[in-house]
């Protein structure tokens, strides 16, 4: 048996712990056996993780975009043992509760206002397929199933089941090894790289052609709005959404926007549709949701998307998973926005970005560097070859700092808590990476 740690461990013990893992247990994206060490990490609080031996690491990562608090703040402690105390879960069926009560009111004022109805989902991977299902369902109810076609843009990523990964980016996503059984939805080119980049008339008139010579066939339009991430850390101007929400509008379609990592601040903005001033039809949110505590995410709409489902021959949302509306998760959900709210995250974000904006920009001279680009509390250098994951993960460790670098991208999001001096430290590491390519 694998001892229960609750501080260092023995280099014995973990390497029995390591041994196993490698041998038993899936990673993300990974083979087993394991080709690549995995890093065993004991314990973390505020920014930094604790590896078995001691180590103490920055997170630049805030586990995928979603401890933006950092780790084991007393506040979401607090909401987490206070829900405890009273029940860890209970059925949703048939049956509601305080915690999910109260942090669906907090959504549905915080979110763009025609958003009013919420489903609670137990991942981002399932809020994306619910806002899927309520697409074609919004169609179905109307007598119209041929409308069953989604159009997105290439480079985005919405999850890994099979509704899915046939919107992620075709050729960076897993199309290749599923084409045979994915649906069969609409790609538009990547928008122009670039936040402040000026509209380019050729690519909204094609993105307009596209959509107009679909219409027919197409129920909605899915897109991450202004950064798509892990499809490839890609940044792009407002104007683009705002022209999506357009085409929708010209053509009945429901515009979904996935801000399952860019929601709660990350941007610079609350919500990456706040760029654009526009509000969407549906809404998936996740990973920040609950500050990195708990797997939870949800899907809003619209009045009309709701009434039109629920008028349908269905007559009902055809979803419904066990561990829906969990409470625990929804109160530390709760607690993770007010104290997102109790702060000036806004101030924190800012200075994220001009940190990181200030420190990676000299790294774009690097030859092995094709581009460097920051936006809100995000730092990306993207290297011109694909790079060696073991070696960059290395040298991020030399410099004290956990980053996890795919494809040719060396990125980061560190939590909104960080310190100068720790963004800094971030930085410097994605920097020494960049000159070791
Ligand atoms: C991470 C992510 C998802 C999937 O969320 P999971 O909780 O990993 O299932 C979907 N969409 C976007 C934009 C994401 O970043």
Known sequence: MI???????????????????????????????????????????????????????????????????????????????????????????????????RLAETLVGLTPEPLTKIFFADSGSVA??????????????????ERH??????????????GDMAVCDP????????????????FAPSPPLGYSAAPDQAYLDELSALAAAHAHELAGIIVEPIVQGAGGMRFYAPEYLRALREIADEHGLLLVLDEIATGFGRTGELWGCDHAEVAPDIMCLGKALTGGYMTMAATLCTDRVAHVITSGEAGVLMHGPTYMANPLAAAVASASIELLLSRDWRDEVDT???????ELSPAADLPGVADVRVLGAIGV????????????QDVAMDHGVWLRPFGKLIYAMPPYVCTEDETTHIAAAMTAIAESL
Request: glycine letters at 8%.
């Open 149 to 162: 076609r989604l159009l997105t843009i290439r480079g985005g990523y919405h999850g890994d089941t099979f």
């Open 381 to 392: 250098i993207e290297a011109r070859e694909p790079v060696d994951v073991q070696a960059v």
């Open 128 to 145: 994306v397929e619910v806002a899927i299902k309520m697409t074609l369902q919004y169609w179905r109810s109307q007598g119209r199933p």
């Open 3 to 101: 001892p229960l740690q609750l501080g260092r461990m023995s280099p014995t013990e973990t390497e029995r712990m390591l041994a196993f893992d490698r041998e038993h247990i899936w990673h993300p994206y990974a083979p087993i056996p394991a080709t690549v060490p995995v890093y065993p990490v004991v314990s973390a609080d505020g920014v930094r993780l604790t590896l078995a031996d001691g180590t103490e690491l920055i997170d630049g990562m805030s586990s995928w975009w979603a401890a933006v608090h950092g780790y084991n703040h007393p506040r979401l402690n607090a909401a987490v043992t206070a829900q405890l105390g009273k029940m860890a879960h209970v059925m949703f069926g048939g049956i509601t509760h305080p915690a999910a009560v």
């Open 171 to 186: 050729v960076n996503g897993m199309h290749h090894i599923f084409n045979d059984v994915l649906a069969r939805h609409v």
């Open 352 to 358: 994220i970005e001009a940190i990181l904006t200030s």
